[in-house]
């Protein structure tokens, strides 16, 4: 579980702010 945890966390965290803002990293517009 711990091994998809951090990957996770890292997409919520750049999806959250990608949403209201310029796209980054191949985020969803």
Do not use: Q
Not at 1 to 23: C, E, F, T, Y
């Amino acid at each position: 579980m711990r091994d998809w945890l951090p990957p996770v966390a890292m997409l919520a965290l750049w999806s959250i702010p990608n949403r209201g803002g310029p796209p980054r990293m191949g985020a969803p517009a």
